[in-house]
């Protein structure tokens, strides 16, 4: 039992760190930095207009900033205004997958920057409300309280 094929090796806290990026809905796990509308209005520009369409209302790919209500269970009905029930997601989503051709190129501030434009353009937060780790929780989603918990009694 004592012999072990031998494969593989410790792995250090820095190396784990750079993939444990998860951020829960009540925004454990978000990173340090900040970030405003305007700072994510020029990243935008530079980095994703090409395919979300001027002022996130859609283009190659879909629609950031929408005011469709939802009207139906498919998922071209679905928009972050009117479905996403937590804020904090669209931080981990854009840190982890995009811009599409480079995910994981943002700073952290990049990434809370355009968090804030998104949610600024789709009129959700002010446009110059500051989203850092303590604000961007706070943000209440329009469908956050939609959603039924299918087995309640296995909470
Ligand atoms: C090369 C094209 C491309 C670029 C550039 C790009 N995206 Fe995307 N984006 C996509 C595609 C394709 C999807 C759908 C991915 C999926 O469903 O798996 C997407 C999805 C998203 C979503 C989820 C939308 C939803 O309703 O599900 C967000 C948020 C987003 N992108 C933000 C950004 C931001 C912010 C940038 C700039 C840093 C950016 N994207 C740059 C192609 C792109």
């Known amino acids: 039992m004592a012999e072990t094929p031998d494969l593989g090796k ?26 405003t509308p305007a700072q994510g209005a020029l990243v935008y520009a ?25 009207a139906g269970i498919s998922a071209a009905q679905k928009t972050i205004r009117n479905f996403w029930p937590y804020s904090t997601t669209i931080f981990d989503f854009i840190r982890r997958a995009m811009p599409f051709q480079m995910p994981r190129s943002l700073t952290d501030d990049e990434v809370y920057a355009l968090t804030a434009y998104i949610l600024a353009e789709n009129k959700l937060i ?25 087995f309640p009694d296995r909470i």
């Open 126 to 150: 002010g446009g110059n409300d500051l989203m850092n780790a303590q604000t961007l929780p706070m943000v209440k989603m329009p469908n956050r309280d939609n959603f039924i918990i299918r």
């Open 10 to 35: 410790p792995i250090d806290e820095a190396a784990i760190a750079a993939w444990d990026i998860s951020i829960l809905p009540d925004g454990t796990g978000l990173p340090k930095g900040s970030g």
């Open 46 to 70: 530079e980095k994703c207009v090409t395919c979300h369409g001027d002022n996130g209302k859609g283009g190659l790919a879909g629609a950031l900033v929408s005011d469709r209500e939802l």
